[in-house]
């Protein structure tokens, strides 16, 4: 079964610079989430769409923003890069209605390294 | 806000033996999903098993099961029939189902199961 692709799986940056992090759901799921891990914590939640529209807002900086396409994939744009910003990042997909309602399931994730 | 709160920093168990994994969980909603995912070394997120919270059945997953105590806001996973595999960090997760906030996870700190041959 198709599973969520993310990429780059790993990205190196210098500080003040830009990331752009790509993440391709499931096929017909309708809501994408995006988390940040850092070392030895649990994952946080950053954003959320449902159909192509901001559904949910967490602790995200104002530095970051993400959006999703027409094709449903979902990119996170995060400027002026911070050495706190090392972390894995993760996209997860579900589905809110069905059987398997809310149900995310994530991908590999990408991990940031802010030198 | 809800809060998810696994008080085990670490657990054991022999190949082969059971082994139970605590969560506790705060909450005002009365619909909402439970989770359990698993993050090995490679640090993947895993869905091991979902209970929905107007279920009083509790899920089952192979060798997987949960212990939903809705009253008492506790959500463990029981491994039965550890194997080595099985060794891995064990989040617990909560979302709504519906109303604000709608299925974004909250997780708990995590528990490393260790698993001996």
């Known amino acids: 079964a198709a599973g969520v692709i993310q990429s780059p799986r790993h990205l190196i940056k210098e500080k003040r610079e830009t990331a752009t992090l790509k993440c391709y759901p499931i096929?017909?799921?309708?809501?994408v989430y995006w988390y940040q891990q850092g070392p030895g914590q649990d994952p946080q939640f950053l954003i959320s769409?449902?159909?192509?529209?901001?559904?949910d807002k967490g602790s995200i900086p104002d530095r970051f923003s993400a959006q999703q396409f027409s094709d449903y994939h979902s990119e996170l744009n995060m400027s002026s890069l911070e050495l706190g910003d090392s972390a894995l990042y993760f996209c997860?997909?579900?589905?809110?209605?069905?059987?398997?309602?809310?149900?995310?399931?994530f991908g590999p994730g990408t991990r940031l390294t802010v030198t | 806000a809800q809060t998810v709160t696994q008080s085990q920093p670490e657990m054991s168990v022999q190949e082969a033996e059971t082994v139970t994994l605590s969560c506790t969980y705060d909450?005002?909603?009365?619909?909402?999903?439970l989770f359990w995912y698993k993050q090995p070394p490679s640090r993947q997120m895993i869905l091991v098993i979902r209970?929905?919270?107007?279920?009083?059945q509790n899920a089952t997953e192979n060798r997987f099961s949960v212990n939903f105590q809705k009253a008492a806001k506790s959500f463990s996973l029981k491994i039965s029939d550890s194997q080595l595999g099985d060794a891995a960090m064990y989040f617990c997760?909560?979302?709504?189902?519906?109303?604000?906030?709608?299925?974004?996870?909250?997780f708990g700190q995590g528990t490393i199961l260790t698993v001996h041959p």
């Open positions: 769409f449902y159909e192509k529209m901001q559904s």
């Open positions: 096929p017909r799921h309708d809501t």
């Open positions: 209970q929905e919270a107007y279920k009083q």
């Open positions: 997760a909560y979302s709504n189902a519906g109303g604000t906030s709608y299925g974004k996870l909250t």
């Open positions: 909450t005002s909603e009365s619909d909402y999903y």
């Open positions: 997860a997909s579900s589905l809110v209605t069905g059987a398997r309602a809310y149900e995310q399931y």
